[in-house]
């Protein structure tokens, strides 16, 4: 066993962090250290700090006070990790969206059975392809005022990782909290954003928009990956081809139903579904001939 893959393996982080100060390899040596504090325990942080602030290169330096930021974050320690942040070099946007995360997961439940928003769900006939769910969740309806205050209290985070709060950051600081928000819901609906301040209702907006994005994205690689069908081996593409050569046909609802996305039809939805297919429509190779075709 080499002795990166020795580091990995132990449960010991002092133990790893021994067995990566062996590697001869300069830039694997601190590759190993940085990897230690992946899952470093809460009472060695403290060694493991001084063992990220002796790392002399990136990406190596800024993964590991990254690693150690998450940790913290992990554990509701938002100053802490943001100082970490700090630390992280070229990586300090990414390290402070990944804590904002966090932060929205603990305040919203999102991720958990009964989460505290308690924004609802869609089930059953979507699964069949048969109809469109009708609930439509309002975030009013839910704790999100309370959730929303504590979010924005806790924005000095930004300061503290040495990122100036423009309107800009704000703005992606607002689009992930309702992503996270609303990444438990089964229907994607425009009307949940219904009735919150101007502001972070344009930002609910825009995370729906995402979310759709990422669903059909999902969708369409489950769709390029090899498939059987009647015993034989066919390969994905084709049933992405399929697809892409009746889109022309289908109405926007029936795409995301052969999709198994839910989401209420609206029009900036509907455009978000064509610009996600589009793109891999337009990529996919000619046909193959068949033997005897012209």
């Known amino acids: 066993m080499d002795l990166f893959s020795a580091a990995a393996r132990t449960t010991s982080p002092s133990q790893a962090l021994a067995t990566c100060q062996e590697i001869q390899h300069p830039d694997t040596r601190e590759w190993c250290v940085a990897d230690t504090a992946r899952m470093c325990p809460e009472d060695f942080r403290a060694q493991m700090e001084t063992a990220c602030a002796e790392l002399e290169t990136q990406p190596w330096r800024g993964e590991c006070f990254f690693y150690l930021a998450e940790g913290l974050g992990r554990d509701g320690q938002y100053e802490q990790a943001a100082q970490q942040c700090s630390r992280t070099g070229p990586y ?85 909290f309702f992503q996270v928000a609303m990444e438990d819901l089964d229907l994607l609906s425009m009307e949940t954003c219904d009735g919150l301040p101007r502001d972070q209702h344009a930002r609910c907006r825009t995370a729906l928009r995402i979310l759709l994005r990422q669903r059909v994205a999902a969708s369409l690689r489950s769709l390029a990956e090899p498939t059987s069908r009647g015993g034989k081996h066919r390969k994905g593409p084709e049933s992405l081809r399929e697809l892409c050569s009746r889109s022309q046909y289908l109405s926007t609802p029936e795409l995301a139903m052969a999709l198994g996305v839910a989401y209420q039809p609206e029009p900036s939805l509907d455009k978000t579904l064509m610009d996600s297919l589009a793109p891999r429509c337009s990529a996919l190779p000619a046909p193959s001939r068949q033997r005897g075709e012209r």
Not at 93 to 113: I, K, P, V, W, Y
Not at 123 to 149: F, M, N, R, V, Y
Not at 151 to 169: I, V
């Open 92 to 176: 300090r946007s990414g390290c402070l969206m990944h804590l904002f995360a966090s932060l929205a997961r603990d305040l919203t439940g999102a991720g958990q059975d009964g989460a505290a928003l308690n924004m609802g769900t869609s089930q059953g006939a979507w699964e069949g392809g048969e109809t469109i769910p009708q609930d439509k969740p309002s975030l009013l309806e839910s704790s999100i005022q309370e959730a929303t205050s504590a979010y924005r209290e806790r924005f000095h985070l930004a300061d503290l990782a040495g990122l100036p709060l423009d309107d800009r950051l704000a703005r992606r600081i607002w689009t992930q």
